[in-house]
């Protein structure tokens, strides 16, 4: 299960930090993630990382967004910066696995409830 934090409204420019509780050890995940969707959109990567620490991002976030973990704590954090207009939408946080049983691989995508963003002009 994957419960991600309440989201909020913020000023064009503001910041938010989203977090993401997993019950579960992310560090047998082959990623963590955070998605997001708006109305009428396709679901997209916003940030992506692996337990070895290897990130990604989409080109509209690079710079103002960072993701992180503590596996410690089996917790997945999306810090947004100089958030836009454009970034309003529901986040998603995201668990990819990947299971060989010996014949095949098999990827599967855990999600959390979606969060609202909202950034004012």
Wanted: with cysteine.
């Amino acid at each position: 299960q994957l419960q991600a934090s309440e989201g909020g409204s913020v000023q064009a420019g503001g910041s938010l930090r989203l977090s993401c509780a997993v019950s579960g050890r992310i560090s047998v995940m082959n990623a963590m993630g955070w998605y997001r969707q708006a109305p009428g959109e396709q679901r997209e990567l916003v940030a992506r990382i692996t337990p070895g620490g290897s990130t990604n991002y989409a080109e509209s976030v690079k710079g103002r967004f960072t993701i992180s973990t503590d596996n410690a704590k089996n917790m997945v954090y999306l810090q947004m910066n100089i958030l836009k207009p454009e970034d309003t939408s529901v986040y998603y946080c995201n668990a990819e696995q990947i299971t060989y049983d010996g014949l095949r691989f098999r990827k599967y995508d855990y999600w959390g409830q979606g969060t609202l963003v909202t950034v004012s002009s």
